[in-house]
T-cell receptor
Framework: DGGITQSPKYLFRKEGQNVTLSCEQN?????MYWYRQDPGQGLRLIYY???????QKGDIAEGYSVSREKKESFPLTVTSAQKNPTAFYLC?????????????FGEGSRLTVL | AQKVTQAQTEISVVEKEDVTLDCVYE???????LFWYKQPPSGELVFLIR??????QNEISGRYSWNFQKSTSSFNFTITASQVVDSAVYFC??????????FGTGTRLTVIP
């Protein structure tokens, strides 16, 4: 079945460590997105990519990095520079920047910093 | 600036009651798109509906209905005869440009059996 796969579902990290969250899609979508969700808040955009080898900062990109080497993959690295990384991270995709249709979401990764 | 307000943080209803989730948006763009998503406990956001700014017709899909009113900048969502499976967090979102969805803070709906 087509969809978006995020891994791991749960992740624990010690302060000062970098961690990478995986996001893979087999929907043949051009655009991919990373959102962060905190309790009682809406989703906030971290990074997005409209095409392979290109990505743009969203509203809260500080302390995060991404890569887009393949169309189907858009990993997110939470670096030690992110001051408050404990959150729920959601990856999404759709057909592309000019497409105003809905985003398709993965099941999310919950990161906890110990 | 774009903004979406969901003033209801949490709502509890008894099964079979009707419930309306409010969404108010702000934008200066004349072309925009509104969405509703459902987030069950599993965490994945499930798309429910998309409405563009030129189409103010209300829509009904089974027990779900949506009331879009540009005059009040609202896009409210009603669940008729609620069921326990409707328990989730519901998000309203606004898209103007090509690159981002602006989400409201969500409304947590609990349907009590």
């Amino acid at each position: 079945d087509g969809g978006i796969t995020q891994s791991p579902k749960y992740l624990f990290r010690k302060e000062g460590q970098n961690v990478t969250l995986s996001c893979e899609q087999n929907l043949n979508h051009d655009a991919m997105y990373w959102y962060r969700q905190d309790p009682g808040q809406g989703l906030r955009l971290i990074y997005y990519s409209q095409i392979v080898n290109d990505f743009q900062k969203g509203d809260i990109a500080e302390g995060y990095s991404v890569s887009r080497e393949k169309k189907e993959s858009f990993p997110l690295t939470v670096t030690s520079a992110q001051k408050n990384p404990t959150a729920f991270y959601l990856c999404a995709s759709n057909w592309g920047a000019l497409n105003t249709g809905e985003l398709f979401f993965g099941e999310g990764s919950r990161l906890t910093v110990l | 600036a774009q903004k979406v307000t969901q003033a209801q943080t949490e709502i509890s209803v008894v099964e079979k009651e009707d419930v309306t989730l409010d969404c108010v948006y702000e934008t200066r763009d004349t072309t925009y798109y509104l969405f509703w998503y459902k987030q069950p406990p599993s965490g994945e956001l499930v798309f429910l509906i998309r409405r563009n700014s030129f189409d103010e017709q209300n829509e009904i899909s089974g027990r779900y209905s949506w009331n879009f009113q540009k005059s009040t900048s609202s896009f409210n969502f009603t669940i008729t005869a609620s069921q326990v499976v409707d328990s989730a967090v519901y998000f309203c979102a606004l898209r103007t440009g090509a690159n981002n969805l602006f989400f409201g803070t969500g409304t947590r709906l609990t349907v009590i059996p």
